[in-house]
């Protein structure tokens, strides 16, 4: 007879029902509104977007809760398959081995001796969290992608890679706003902070040194994509080693191994001279280190201050490479101090410590020292400006004098709507008025930008979903940088692609185009969707489903997915950092489960001791 208390415990609780459904409300925005978007840049029917929209997120709610059982079904069987450390609480004995006294393979025949044979072979091919083993991995891994170093030689590089690296070099002028049209150069300076110093002067000490030793920056770019290659490697191979301390099995281990080294973008921007690929490579350590702290409750920070020590400079590291890092790690270490109060004194370090390093010593002392210029405050709020040139394009009419009078002080108001592109925020915020806008200027335009979103918040709405709907559905492609510095007429000088390597760059090119347009499932592996909300939403689901701390782990993804939605355009590279981590994230959902934890029945066998808690749970 099922009691009232035990119907209670099956039952879903309310706080995942709302996750689920949120998630698969925040999906479905981008299939339905982000259609009439992609496609006109207006909502032309919003009755029949909403109802498109209500139809698919039941749907994608019943598939999320669907996949969650599914998971906890096969994660909670292979928990009552394994042996537990009660000290550690991870799971020990994950293959049985052949002279263990009457083995599960001698008593269930030849077949299951086959299969457990076939287990430790394919565990032997994937690392182990010994350092000697994430190194010869690492270097497995990239011997795997020397087919995309070939193809990228001697490595490729943005626009903005070259303008950090023209600056450093003092041979191309620096702007306030660095848009050629605007002709905002400003005079003296050495750098600009618009793209993160820590990368400049990184990217800039290996071109510089190989210009003086070779005339070119070839040699210079080609010594830090082969370092940045070898460390993103070894990222990688120590993320898959966690997984198998974690207990996850070793097919989906060794799967996860060769999706990241047979997928060519991840090899292409390992060999990317770009800040998005230095700080992907940050981000997923951090988000390993992460794992431990929350699997043991932030007791690894006071045991091991090893683990502190590098736990905080991942920190950091994340900020310096990129700035939006700092509004990551800081929420996140608040978040956590919050829920391991025991050790809270480190992570208010760390977010301590981040916030001292961006707001107070680069901004006060190393830029005055070395004449850096900041970045100008049209970054951050390219948003509103986006949604302020919509609103004029549209309700230009309702706009009164004096909130014409405020967006003017801000941005030229009679450009707006020359300058408005639905998905591209550059073209309006390259034109903020940085050498008059004051500070009280700014502060009366966000006032204004507020009430006009009371008016008409579907213009707000709209232009959200204009500008980042290509990051969580089917049209957003992985794209490859392609080029070197030679995309600028004035790097062609300094870095150039080999003659002898166009055949076999073209050939590499052409074949990454046709798995673009390959056709489902296969093209699906190439939609930036796919990693920056398919499968991060579908992990949180699950986490929440088992009502454990492990939630706190998608902390700085969901920051990160969260950081697209502001960006100032489409580019696979501002979601480099989920695409990076979701191999990683699909092996945490299928880590196997203590039966004394999570479980919505009675564990069949005695609990085990007490001890730590199951990894992320």
């Known amino acids: 007879m099922v009691t009232i208390h035990a119907l209670r415990g099956r039952l879903p609780r309310l706080g995942y029902v709302l996750c689920v459904v949120a998630c698969a409300a925040f999906a479905s925005v981008s299939f339905t509104y982000g259609e009439y978007m992609f496609e006109s840049g207006y909502i032309l029917d919003r009755t029949e977007a909403t109802r498109e929209f209500l139809s698919l997120t039941a749907i994608i709610s019943i598939f999320l809760f669907a996949v969650c059982e599914i998971v906890v079904r096969v994660t909670d069987r292979m928990g009552r398959r394994r042996r537990w450390d009660p000290m550690s609480g991870l799971p020990i004995g994950l293959i049985p081995k052949a002279d263990e006294g009457k083995s599960d393979a001698a008593s269930l025949g030849r077949g299951a001796s086959r299969r457990h044979r076939a287990l430790q072979v394919v565990d ?155 700080y992907s490579l940050v981000f997923v350590t951090y988000l390993v280190f992460l794992c431990e702290v929350v699997r043991s ?179 957003g492609i992985v794209s490859i940088q392609w080029h070197t510095g030679d995309i600028d007429p004035e790097g062609a000088k300094y870095v150039w692609h080999p003659m002898a390597l166009t055949g076999y760059r073209l050939t590499v090119h052409s074949v990454y185009n046709d798995l673009l347009d390959s056709s489902v499932p296969l093209c699906l592996l190439f939609r930036v969707g796919l990693y920056s909300c398919w499968i991060p939403l579908a992990v949180l689901c699950y986490l929440v489903r088992r009502r454990g701390p492990g939630v706190l782990v998608m902390l700085p993804v969901l920051l990160s997915i969260a950081t697209c939605l502001l960006t100032p355009i489409f580019t696979a590279r501002y979601a480099l950092p989920t695409i990076y981590v979701a191999p990683f994230l699909v092996g945490l959902a299928f880590a196997p489960v203590r039966p004394s934890e999570g479980g919505d029945e009675p564990a069949p066998h005695p609990e085990p001791p007490e001890g730590e808690a199951l990894p992320i749970r």
């Open 124 to 278: 032997r091919l994937t690392p182990r969290l010994t350092p000697r083993s994430i190194i010869v991995f690492a270097i497995v891994l990239f011997a795997l992608w020397i087919p995309y170093l070939l193809a990228a030689f001697p490595g490729s590089m943005n626009w903005d890679a070259f303008y950090q690296v023209s600056m450093y070099q003092r041979t191309y002028p620096v702007y306030q706003i660095p848009w050629l049209e605007t002709h905002s150069i400003v005079e003296g300076a050495w750098l600009s902070d618009h793209h993160p110093v820590f990368d400049t002067v990184l990217y800039g000490l290996f071109t510089k040194t190989s210009l003086d030793l070779t005339g070119s920056w070839n040699a210079g770019v080609f010594a830090f994509v082969v370092l940045q290659g070898l460390v993103t490697a070894a990222t990688f191979s120590l993320a898959i080693a966690y997984l198998r301390r974690l207990g996850v099995p070793a097919p989906l281990r060794l799967g996860a191994f060769l999706f990241i080294a047979i997928l060519p973008f991840y090899g292409m921007y390992a060999f990317t001279m770009v800040k998005d690929s230095t």
């Open 297 to 475: 409750r932030g007791e690894v920070l006071y045991r091991h201050r090893w683990v502190a020590v590098c736990f905080l400079l991942l920190g950091v590291l994340q900020a310096l490479t990129k700035k939006s890092g700092a509004y990551i790690v800081i929420p996140t270490c608040l978040v956590c101090a919050v829920a391991f109060r025991g050790v809270w004194r480190q992570f208010v370090a760390q977010a301590a410590t981040v916030a001292v390093i961006m707001w107070v010593i680069l901004p006060h002392v190393i830029f005055p020292l070395f004449n850096i210029i900041p970045g100008g405050v049209q970054e951050p709020l390219n948003t509103l400006f986006q949604q302020t040139a919509r609103y004029v394009m549209y309700h230009g009419d309702e706009v009164t004098d004096e909130e014409r009078e405020a967006i003017d002080a801000v941005l030229p108001y009679e450009a707006l709507v020359i300058n408005y592109q639905y998905d591209d925020a550059d073209t309006v915020k390259a034109w903020y008025r940085y050498q008059t806008a004051t500070r009280a200027d700014l502060l009366r335009y966000i006032r204004v930008w507020f009430q006009m979103g009371l008016k008409h918040p579907e213009v707000y709405f709209d232009q959200v979903v204009g500008t980042a709907n290509l990051f969580f559905n089917a049209h």
